[in-house]
């Protein structure tokens, strides 16, 4: 996997975090695009490190500007990696029903993470009053997911076509 | 060194929970205010999502005003009716010029500093808003280039929104009130008399209690800050929706949900 282009493709997801926000106005429901490129490339492909490391970098940026404190969404994105990781063994990458699974369980994970990080650190939400909010995110992660996923596993079929026949 | 080189991805991924692990205790320990390294982050970050921040809001605004073209319009007619009840009011509660040098002479007597003169206020566009979509806290474009500083109280139109933990040079971040776990004191508008404090915070609803437990609150009174400790008098708290009598304590138990819709705010003034 060429890093530079992963890295450029988390960088036009920092950038377009603020877009969504802007055109979408009540911050509820917008995607997490840092999420689901992270999740689509490690359901995806076998070269973890790569992702897992700039994935990082980026949820740690995510949490230097929009969060209250740095880290949570670092350690939660990584909880998701390893979660994908462990998933692989068990569900087929190249089906759009299992991508579409495993997109609506790593968003739940990864705010249910957020949330204990949280309340580990004092804020006084409840799980009940959290997954409420969180549906309508999980909902919209997984069709931002879902186009992330369609686009990248079609570049990949692709070039497994073209690798077979040359 | 022989198990690291045989478990590569293991050792990778332990590396990076440490890392990250220590980010976050750190990160707690300051209580989330910024370092020197994570100020000059955010502001290259900020110099990069500042425009186009300033891009998508206003298309977002156009987009939000075409769908709620019906709702904006209705809202135009309460504010006018509004507009002239009030023109209405300050008629009647206009001072003569008379009881206005008489007051001033009272403050200059009593060496009385109210908002209007220990406050300064600046007002902001919100740039960003938290990635945890339960809490509220957001970042603002300004800062202490605008005379901005930590722990300065942020309001809205619709009343007190929250204080600023963390500043730099254009920017600010701001916590919400219902995500704070500070105490505020507050009275009942339009009965000065009756005062609380509002001591706990769950679910982003504020609760507390009256100081008299004979007071008589009911559901719907509004809440603003008594101006004792750092809230200045008389900004709008929010509005109880729950009066409970705890014969534990003894005392009436008050539930407030804010005035604030943090989910449509948009521009925030800082008293500064």
Not at chain 1, 3 to 9: E, F, I, N, P, T
Not at chain 2, 92 to 98: F, I, Q, R, V, W
């Given at each position: 996997m060429n890093?530079l282009?992963?890295?450029?493709a ?15 106005p ?9 999420l689901?490129l ?9 070269d973890y490190?790569?992702?897992i ?8 940026l995510d949490d230097?500007v ?18 994908i ?8 990458n ?13 968003t739940?994970?990864e705010?249910t ?5 949280y ?7 409840t ?5 409420k909010?969180i ?7 997984t ?6 996923y ?12 073209e690798?077979?026949?040359? | 060194?022989?198990?690291?080189r ?11 929970i440490?890392?990250c692990?220590?980010?976050l205790?750190s ?7 910024s370092?020197p ?6 502001s290259?970050?900020?110099t990069?999502l ?7 809001n206003?298309v977002?605004?156009?987009l ?26 300050l ?5 003569t010029?008379?009881?206005l040098?008489?007051l001033k002479?009272l403050?200059?007597?009593?060496n009385?500093k109210g ?31 605008d ?9 809205s ?18 916590r ?8 505020v ?23 507390g ?15 603003i800050?008594?101006?004792m400790?750092?809230?200045?008098t ?5 509005r109880?929706?729950?009066?409970k ?13 804010s ?14």
């Amino acid at each position: 996997m060429n890093r530079l282009g992963l890295a450029g493709a988390y960088l036009i997801a920092f950038i377009l975090k603020p877009v969504m926000d802007g055109i979408l106005p009540g911050h509820a429901g917008n995607g997490n695009l840092i999420l689901c490129l992270t999740t689509v490339l490690i359901f995806l492909f076998d070269d973890y490190v790569p992702i897992i490391t700039i994935g990082t970098v980026f949820a740690i940026l995510d949490d230097l500007v929009y969060g209250i404190y740095c880290g949570p969404e670092a350690i939660s994105t990584l909880v998701v990696c390893l979660a994908i990781i462990a998933i692989k063994y068990f569900f087929n990458n190249e089906n759009y029903l299992n991508a579409l699974i495993v997109i609506a369980v790593s968003t739940w994970l990864e705010y249910t993470v957020e949330w204990g990080i949280y309340c580990a650190t004092g804020a006084t939400y409840t799980y009940g009053y959290v997954i409420k909010i969180i549906l309508l995110n999980v909902i919209v992660n997984t069709i931002v997911g879902m186009i992330v996923y369609a686009v990248m596993y079609s570049r990949i079929r692709k070039k497994k076509y073209e690798k077979l026949y040359r | 060194m022989r198990w690291i080189r045989n478990h590569k991805l293991i050792s990778f991924l332990i590396l990076v929970i440490v890392v990250c692990s220590v980010i976050l205790i750190s990160s707690v320990a300051t209580m989330g205010k910024s370092n020197p390294v994570s100020k000059a982050i955010n502001s290259v970050c900020m110099t990069v999502l500042k425009p186009v921040n300033a891009v998508t809001n206003g298309v977002g605004e156009t987009l939000s005003d075409i769908i709620h073209f019906k709702d904006i319009a209705e809202e135009n007619d309460a504010l006018r009716e509004e507009n002239e009840q009030l023109k209405e009011q300050l008629a009647k509660a206009t001072l003569t010029s008379n009881e206005l040098t008489e007051l001033k002479n009272l403050t200059d007597a009593l060496n009385y500093k109210g908002l209007a003169e220990s406050g300064k206020m600046v007002t902001g566009d919100i740039i960003s808003m938290s990635d945890s979509r339960w809490m509220n806290n957001f970042t603002i474009n300004i800062g202490s280039d605008d005379g901005v500083k930590e722990g300065n109280i942020v309001v809205s139109g619709r009343g007190l929104v929250g204080t600023v933990y963390s500043v730099s040079g254009s920017w600010a971040k701001v916590r919400a009130l219902v995500d704070e776990n500070s105490k505020v004191s507050f009275k009942i508008a339009g009965n000065m008399q009756l005062i609380g404090i509002i001591g706990s915070f769950t679910n982003g609803e504020l609760s507390g209690f009256m100081l008299d437990s004979n007071a008589k609150v009911e559901k719907g009174d509004t809440l603003i800050t008594s101006g004792m400790g750092v809230y200045p008098t008389g900004l709008e708290i929010g509005r109880i929706t729950k009066v409970k009598y705890d014969s534990d304590s003894q005392l009436q138990k008050v539930t407030v949900k804010s005035t604030v819709d943090f989910s449509a705010l948009q521009k925030v003034t800082v008293i500064i």
